[in-house]
């Protein structure tokens, strides 16, 4: 069976007795296998050296609790929560294939049982022939009405009509599914920046988010996407899914040191209950193998 990253990280200091050049050395490969990325790796190594030299550290367990403190720096967790009697709009951002319009309806249906009177789904990804079914079909299933328009049209109206939706009922929070087709990235660029204009607009005052849906398996290429939907609206928090046994798990340690962009969910399956809030330490000590 293959060895999981936090076994890679147990292994390595059980076979290395001394905490010399060549155990940094492996550690960095580790931190690169494990999703990190090679710039955020040597950085991250560089630095624990420093630390263990200026506090002369030479046990195993020290070593590994200052590591550990160094990617706690690096990885925030943020609470989510709408402002109560106030329109709220969340927008979901994300490429297409990482399960953006599931993860929309997951936290429909997590802030519905957390006592959220009024949720409303807005289809703003009007040009993928799917989408507006498939959150139509969520909205079914999990008892949440969702606002569309059909198939091509204007996607800020569809976010406008949601929010005014919300207005007419004393407050609430509109969750706006986005396109993203990064293959046509000007074009993705110029339409989400119309939206952010609607949702500034709709919005009351601290009651709008941006927030990214990445896969956990898709290691640096979920950092380049995060870079470009960060340089277009900025983007506040993220949501991690497939994150589970297959996932490395260490593009929110790049994310979060390289953008600065704190984790407010992780997804773990299908079902619709897959959904829970971040937990920085938590996350850290199941890549560390803790």
Sequence with gaps: MKKTFGEKFLSLFKKKSA????????????????????KTAFLLVEELEKVCRQKKVQDQDQVMQELKQLLLECV?????????????????LGVNGVGKTTSVAKMANMLAKNGEQNVVLASADTFRAAA??????????????????????????VVFDAADAVKAKNGGIVLADTAGRLHNKENLVRELQKINRTCELKADPDCYKKIIVIDATTGQNALRQAEVFNEAVGVDAIIMTKYDSTAKGGVAVSIGKELGIPVAYICTGEKYEDIAVFKAEEYIDEFLGL
């Design 76 to 92: 925030k967790a943020v609470e989510l929560k709408p402002e109560p009697g106030k329109t709220n709009i969340w927008m979901i």
């Design 19 to 38: 905490i010399d050049d060549e155990f940094y050395e492996e550690l960095t490969d580790i931190l690169v296998e494990g999703d990190i990325g090679a």
């Design 132 to 157: 507006i079914e498939q959150l139509a079909m969520h909205g079914e299933k999990i008892g949440i009405r969702v606002v569309s328009h059909q198939h091509g049209s204007d996607p800020s109206a």
